[in-house]
């Protein structure tokens, strides 16, 4: 499936390192490169490369943004258009699709043009979940050329969702563009610092990468 083919399917047809040695096995920055955050770990992570001057594009699809990064990222916010009371929502959810968040029209436009995209992630949530999990699989029916970087969550987190998490990894451990940034393997040698600082520490080493 080509990239037309993808376009329909989304409905727009008219519109010490614990990095893997192969993250980008240092590509030549490129001036049509897209950081794409998707949800909250993404759009973090999208602040400090930013912060960094990595030149390319910055898209944050999340619930919300900071103020300070209105002006310098792309924001589109992207939320459960019905959120049911008392329901913890997954985005593991085989039940939702496009249509139960706002703004999909515009989260799948990023797509329509000839980008090197770098997708950024945390897994276990609901934005970042959804999304993550749905354009994987858009993006390599469709052959589109991507990268993807996705955090996986500490032991202590997403306790109900850790069956979902480990089918997730090896459904993509074996895919050259996916990245899996292991939190838990992180805290082993960074768990002595504060939280900001255990990730600056680690959105350092990947740009350092990019």
Known sequence: MKRRT??????????????PNSLFSKESPSTNRHFIGLGGAGTNFLAHANLKGLKGKYTSINVQIRSEYESKIN?????????????????????????????SELVKE???????????AGIGGLTGTFLIRTLLKELLDADI??????????????????????EFVGKYTDVSAVNFINL??????????????FFDKIHEEICYEL
């Open 184 to 197: 838990e393997q992180y805290k082993k040698n960074l768990g002595h610092l504060s939280i900001s600082e």
């Open 75 to 103: 924001w589109i916010p992207f939320k459960l258009l019905q959120i049911s009371k008392g329901k913890t929502q997954s985005g593991f959810d085989r039940n939702l699709s496009w249509e139960n968040f706002t703004n």
């Open 110 to 120: 990023n797509f329509l043009n000839q980008d090197n995209y770098v997708l950024v």
């Open 6 to 19: 993808l376009l329909k399917t989304l409905g727009l047809i008219g519109l010490g390192s614990s990095l």
């Open 145 to 166: 050329s991507f990268k993807a970087i996705v955090f996986l969550p500490f032991h202590f987190e997403r306790a109900n969702e850790q069956q979902n998490i480990h």
